[in-house]
Nanobody
Framework: QSQLVESGGGLVQPGGSLRLSCETS????????VGWFRQAPGKEREGVAS????????DYADFVKGRFTISRDNAKNTVFLQMHALQPEDTGLYSC?????????????????WGQGTQVTVSS
């Protein structure tokens, strides 16, 4: 059973926006670094963005810089991924992951707790 739950995915037209949420009721997410990852059909999972436990460090993959924003509200035990200017190549299963230690590498192996993901489809 996943300890993280993602929501907010869906079908959007090119140029549109979505906001994804990652939350848990099982532990205090505020003590953890959180990352967003995505996986398109037939492709490897790739890191999208990550944020440290209090939001003081943020990293983005080059392909989302200027379009996506990661943020967190520790009082609500939630991390967000705001996505703008979505393109068909952004289509994929978006998952969030958490770990006690922050890494700027956006590597999936650096995160130990995962959600099952929410599907984002960008299509006209």
């Amino acid at each position: 059973q996943s300890q993280l739950v993602e929501s907010g995915g869906g079908l959007v037209q090119p140029g549109g926006s979505l906001r994804l949420s990652c939350e848990t009721s099982e532990f205090a997410l505020g003590g953890y670094a959180v990352g967003w990852f995505r996986q398109a059909p037939g492709k490897e999972r790739e890191g999208v963005a990550s944020i440290s436990s209090f939001g003081q460090i943020i990293d983005y993959a080059d392909f989302v810089k200027g379009r996506f924003t990661i943020s967190r509200d520790n009082a609500k035990n939630t991390v967000f991924l705001q996505m703008h200017a979505l393109q068909p190549e952004d289509t994929g299963l978006y998952s969030c992951a958490a770990d006690l230690w922050y890494s700027s590498t956006l590597a999936a192996n650096d995160f130990s707790i995962w959600g099952q993901g929410t599907q984002v489809t960008v299509s006209s």
